[in-house]
């Protein structure tokens, strides 16, 4: 009884912002209690601030579990960090509720929506871009359209040549994100953020999300959100869990397997993680796994195979060997069984993680 009314004096004195706060967080774990060991870990972050210039969070979720949690000076756990193109799984996620909700079909074409903004004589490849083609980068140009010159994007977007017939040529394509997030505005009256905030953003205790949108108020879609590190492995977590959530299905799960897979090849070195095929605003990666990702190093992994999920936030300009560093020290450290609690493990790890914030 002492316990609780303790409890009770506490929520009195935070007020309920306190509670909500601690509700939201992803449950926390020792990683030995989840077959991770300490040491792999602090063998990771070790290896991270030494080989990738530079790093700014990391987060590791284990069978939906935080086990491992830091932050590079002057990072923070409470501080939202730029995500640049993993904005765009964000959106194409708002693409997925509005198809579940009959608003659209990947199927229809994107001239559907811009009968206003179409060229007076469209190409037929234009005429033949489809919601899939832009959810691929599919969409037939050739050369990324140069859009923050242009007085209204989407216009500049339709008018912009289609040399190739939309879905044969795979070309990365952030203004194709706008499209969808202009869509996305067009059936539902909102913005994508608007639209996301009761449908996935509350349910995951995600607050006070920030999109930067366009001169047209439209959230800009391929880049531009801002949320916390935490955030983004609850984001990875979801789709981990084929859109369940808290034991609501939020997302369908027929959605979550078609972004995640490959629909479109993008390359053939079995080296580079840009050259393991594109799924819905979403890269596929070596060893079964799936990434949403962003200039500079910001990272969703999710592994299906290993019941994990990694965060990352940076400033890099090689990515590649940010994720090498994730591949080479933590994917042998998933083990299938708990392991054995090490505190002096566990101790040299947090000391580690209590240097880097305050090393800078």
């Known amino acids: 009884m002492k316990s609780i009314l303790h409890f009770l004096l506490i929520l009195c004195l935070l007020g309920p912002g306190a509670l909500r706060a601690e509700e939201s967080q992803l449950p926390r774990a020792t990683p030995e209690s989840q077959g991770v060991s300490s040491k792999a870990i602090q063998d990771y972050i070790q290896t991270a601030d030494r080989e990738v210039n530079s790093m700014h969070s990391f987060m590791l979720v284990r069978h939906g579990k935080v086990v491992a949690e830091a932050w590079w000076a002057p990072e923070s756990a409470e501080k939202p960090h730029i995500l640049w193109s993993l904005s765009k799984s964000f959106t194409s996620t708002a693409v997925g509720f509005a198809v579940a909700e009959g608003k659209l079909s990947i199927d229809d074409p994107v001239l559907k929506f811009f009968p206003d903004d179409a060229p007076e004589n469209p190409s037929a490849n234009l005429k033949a871009m489809r919601v899939r083609d832009l959810l691929t ?6 050369d990324e359209l140069n859009w923050r010159e242009q007085a209204d994007w989407a216009k500049a977007f339709l008018a912009h040549p289609v040399p190739h017939k939309p879905g044969t040529h795979f070309r990365y394509n952030t203004p194709a ?3 969808l997030s202009a869509i996305v505005q067009k059936v539902t009256g909102q913005t994508v953020l608007d639209y996301l905030t009761p449908r996935l953003f509350e349910p995951l205790g995600i607050e006070k999300p920030v999109w930067e949108t366009s001169p047209q108020g439209i959230s800009i ?3 531009g959100l801002y949320l916390r590190t ?3 492995a609850k984001f990875g977590q979801l789709y981990l869990q084929k ?12 959605w979550i397997d078609m972004a995640t897979s490959k629909q479109v090849s993008n390359g053939s070195s079995l080296e580079s993680d ?4 594109y799924g819905f605003q979403f890269w596929r990666c070596r060893h079964g796994a799936f990434r949403g990702d962003g200039k500079d190093g910001q990272f969703c992994i999710v592994l299906p195979e290993q019941d994990a999920v990694v965060a990352i936030t940076a400033h890099t300009g090689n990515m ?3 994720l090498n560093v994730v591949w080479d020290k933590l994917l042998p450290a998933f083990g299938d ?9 566990r101790e040299a790890l947090e000391k580690t993680i209590a240097e880097l914030k305050s090393s800078r």
């Open 177 to 179: 994100t706008y499209m």
């Open 221 to 223: 879609g391929g880049y």
């Open 320 to 322: 590649q060997a940010e």
């Open 230 to 232: 935490e955030d983004i």
């Open 337 to 345: 069984q708990a392991l054995a609690d090490d505190p002096k493990a």
């Open 137 to 142: 980068m599919n969409t037939g140009h050739q």
């Open 274 to 277: 840009w050259d393991q095929g």
């Open 243 to 254: 859109g369940m959530w808290n034991g609501e299905q939020l997302i369908p799960k027929a």
